[in-house]
């Protein structure tokens, strides 16, 4: 078994510095801890710490992101994507504001708020209150499939994986020091034992029995996924003389829920062709083919083409916001793609719908 002390003593020495992360001999504040820990599902560092420091400085604490309304929040979140976290953030934020404020300590009573799982329930447990226990994200599952050369392929091997690196903190030196351990495996797993593992450098390469083995890079191993549905959509930036532009909100729950939107047709598996995608269109005007947008989600790849018209006056369902104005509205990133490109010049136009 790997010594806790070994990892302590590096992690001491070579400890990220992150915004949400409590400075040696500081008490971490569990909301960042907690905020934190939502905003890097399935984004990394790099990119959640913008949004980050942008989201606390317009809601500094808690019971600021509880009495928000829902709008600002989505809004804040825009670009950060899985947007179900942004609306279970802030029911979470408004039960922790109605039970008084405060955090509960332990795992079971952070399981019982909206939005939190087990392994944000661990973590936040950890970091924020010293509870010993492991939350097992990639990085600890890539050291522990190493660690212990764990064979077996994912997904099958996660139950595996989380009982062998529950198993790394059972020193006394790991649970004393519990919220310093469990971020030093994060680091160890997101700077050491990477895709790429630089060995050399791993507080515990002398006890890692992949590198023995000569198959640490070979580990995590996975079951090749099946390739990603592809569908296509059309979507239409339609702007009046005044500069405004025609949007509307999704609907509240599935997929960008709740989110902002330019005018579109349902998604599909074929592509629409022009003459037909204008039949979708909001209203009659002279739609010009501005391009193609590729996003990519969990489940599937989606391209849509984007259409752009300027017309005297907008008599259509939705809303209308200035262009200039854009910015704070709760547009997912595929949005603004999308816009980015419908504003670009003019290439050529396509014929006018006909009249519904």
């Not at 976290?85 to 300590?105: E, K, S, T, Y």
């Not at 019982?112 to 010993?132: D, E, K, R």
């Amino acid at each position: 078994m790997p010594p806790a002390a070994d990892l302590l003593a590096w992690y001491d020495h070579n400890r990220r510095r992150m915004p949400w992360r409590a400075l040696p001999g500081e008490n971490p504040d569990p909301y960042r801890v907690w905020l934190s820990e939502i905003m890097l599902q399935q984004t990394t560092v790099t990119s959640v710490i913008p949004y980050f420091e942008r989201f606390v400085e317009r809601f500094p604490t808690v019971q600021a992101l509880a009495g928000a309304e829902e709008g600002a929040v989505m809004a804040a979140w825009a670009g950060l994507g899985y947007y179900a976290r942004a609306r279970n953030l802030h029911a979470c934020a408004r039960a922790i504001d109605a039970q008084g404020g405060q955090f509960p300590h332990t795992v079971e009573a952070l399981r019982a708020l909206p939005g939190i799982g087990p392994y944000t329930a661990n973590a936040v447990a950890a970091i924020a209150f010293g509870v010993p226990v492991v939350p097992v994200d990639g990085n600890v599952e890539r050291v522990a499939a190493r660690i212990f050369a764990i064979e077996t392929p994912l997904p099958a091997a996660k139950p595996a994986l989380a009982q062998a690196a529950a198993s790394l903190n059972h020193e006394a030196a790991a649970q004393s020091r519990a919220s310093d351990f469990c971020q030093a495996l994060f680091d160890l797993g997101a700077t050491i034992c990477t895709p790429r593992p630089a060995c050399g450098l791993c507080p515990w390469s002398a006890h890692c029995r992949a590198r023995r083995a000569g198959i640490a890079e070979q580990l995590p191993r996975r079951t090749a996924k099946p390739a990603r549905p592809v569908r296509h959509g059309a979507l239409f930036c339609l702007q009046d003389e005044a500069g405004q532009i025609l949007l509307r909100r999704r609907p509240p729950h599935g997929l960008l829920g709740g989110m902002t939107e330019l005018p579109g047709t349902a998604w599909r598996d074929a592509p629409f062709g022009a003459d037909e995608a204008t039949q979708a269109a909001p209203m009659q005007a002279a739609w010009r083919q501005a391009g193609r947008v590729r996003h990519v989600f969990t489940h599937f790849e989606l391209f849509l083409d984007v259409y752009a018209a300027t017309v005297p006056t907008i008599d259509a369902d939705g809303f209308l916001r200035p262009a200039t104005r854009l910015a704070g509205e709760a547009l997912p990133s595929v949005m603004r793609k999308c816009l980015e490109i419908a504003r670009q010049p003019a290439a050529h136009s396509v014929p006018r719908a006909r009249p519904r």
